[in-house]
Structure formats: structure tokens, C-alpha cells
T-cell receptor
Framework: DAGITQSPRHKVTETGTPVTLRCHQT?????MYWYRQDPGHGLRLIHY???????DKGEVSDGYSVSRSKTEDFLLTLESATSSQTSVYFC??????????FGPGTRLLVL | DAKTTQPNSMESNEEEPVHLPCNHS???????IHWYRQLPSQGPEYVIH???SNVNNRMASLAIAEDRKSSTLILHRATLRDAAVYYC??????????????????FGKGTKLSVIP
């Protein structure tokens, strides 16, 4: 299995609270991604990174920001969580344009 | 991304072969065909990918039609652990410049495979 972990694995928070999810890899892969998965929508890309301090928006980036200050860590921040951001969040890593390896996911509930 | 069409669900008996179809009639010449699967309560897992030729690995085989408008993922002997949602995804080869814009995976609804003991 690819060395990719996500923390926390579960989180319950209240509307309006800032939340940061962490993705950590030990594979030294250049690319890192954040997806969310919701019933009826499948997985959708939020943001991705193609190197340290290099990030770009995905399909559903509104309300989210990311940072990548070192190769191994990719942080996803919800500045002010809303109930619509209740979801399962997956991080993925990848090499040059090929296979992506996914983490175990973080279940976030925003009350 | 080009669109793929898969059946919503399929069933297979344990230890029998399974053929999971995928139609991608608008595929372009540079689109790679990727398959991922997602077991219950887990993240997606890479299965196999190919461009034109049939491909085999330890998990499965990928048969690609000559016109590339369809493909079939073949599990040679289904086990209970193969029960999952299988996603067929087209992914374009990235341009030769930095940036990851072409690396996005667009997941559809996939095929839910049930394996009957």
C-alpha cells in the first residue's frame, strides 16, 4: 500500500468553525489531490498540488483552501464550515500523470 | 473529460469470471482507459489502465476494443473481496509543461459488483 495517511479520520464540528484536514505521504510523489465524495455525486476534485507551493482549483473549490509547504503534507482548510461540506474527504497522491493512490478518507460532519 | 457509460450494477458467483463493460464512444486518441475500484468504507484503489493493447496484471485484465470505443475489465475468479464499485475513467495524457490540470480523474457512478457466495 502507498504510504498515505489522513488525519483526523473522523471529525464533528459546528457551522462557522474553521477545520483543517491533513494528508501526509511518505512516497515523495509530486502530485497530491483532495476529493470529496457524496451520495449521488461520486468523487469530485476540490484542489490539487503539482509541487511545493504549487496548487490549483478543481471542480468544487468554493469554500476550501489548500496549502503545501513541504512535499509530504497537503492541508485542506474549510475557513468557515457549512453543513453542505459534510462529506467524506479523500486525499490522493500520484507520480507524473499516472496512477493515483488514495488515502483512507476523513468523515466530516458539520452540525 | 470524455464520458464513460457503465451498468449500474452486476452480480457474479464466487470463483467465476466477471466481465465489467465500459462504453466510451467519444474517446480521443490520447485518452488512457483507467479502472479503479472502491471497497465499502475505503478509498478508491487503482486496478489497471491501458491505451490500445490489452493489459494484464495481478488483479485483473483489461480488454480494449479495436476501435477503442469500449473496454472490458475482467476479473478471472471473483472473490468476496472483489465486491466493490468499479469505475471506468478516461484520463488524457498530460501536456509537456508543469501543472496538473490534465491529471484529474473524473469519477462517474461506476458499477456496483456483488459477489454471491
Amino acid at each position: 500500500d502507498a504510504g498515505i495517511t489522513q488525519s483526523p479520520r473522523h471529525k464533528v464540528t459546528e457551522t462557522g468553525t474553521p477545520v483543517t484536514l491533513r494528508c501526509h505521504q511518505t512516497e515523495n510523489h509530486r502530485y497530491m489531490y483532495w476529493y470529496r465524495q457524496d451520495p449521488g455525486h461520486g468523487l469530485r476534485l476540490i484542489h490539487y498540488s503539482y509541487g511545493v507551493k504549487d496548487t490549483d482549483k478543481g471542480e468544487v473549490s468554493d469554500g476550501y483552501s489548500v496549502s503545501r509547504s513541504k512535499t509530504e503534507d497537503f492541508l485542506l482548510t474549510l475557513e468557515s464550515a457549512t453543513s453542505s461540506q459534510t462529506s467524506v474527504y479523500f486525499c490522493a497522491i500520484g507520480r507524473e500523470g499516472e496512477t493515483q493512490y488514495f488515502g483512507p478518507g476523513t468523515r466530516l460532519l458539520v452540525l | 473529460d470524455a464520458k464513460t457509460t457503465q451498468p449500474n450494477s452486476m452480480e457474479s458467483n464466487e470463483e467465476e469470471p466477471v466481465h465489467l463493460p465500459c462504453n466510451h464512444s467519444t474517446i480521443s486518441g490520447t485518452d488512457y482507459i483507467h479502472w479503479y475500484r472502491q471497497l465499502p468504507s475505503q478509498g478508491p484503489e487503482y486496478v489497471i489502465h491501458g491505451l490500445t493493447s490489452n493489459v494484464n496484471n495481478r488483479m485483473a485484465s483489461l480488454a480494449i476494443a479495436e476501435d477503442r470505443k469500449s473496454s472490458t475489465l475482467i476479473l478471472h475468479r471473483a472473490t468476496l473481496r472483489d465486491a466493490a464499485v468499479y469505475y471506468c475513467i478516461l484520463r488524457d495524457r498530460p501536456p509537456p509543461i508543469s501543472g496538473a490540470g490534465s491529471y484529474q480523474l473524473t469519477f462517474g457512478k461506476g458499477t456496483k459488483l456483488s459477489v454471491i457466495p
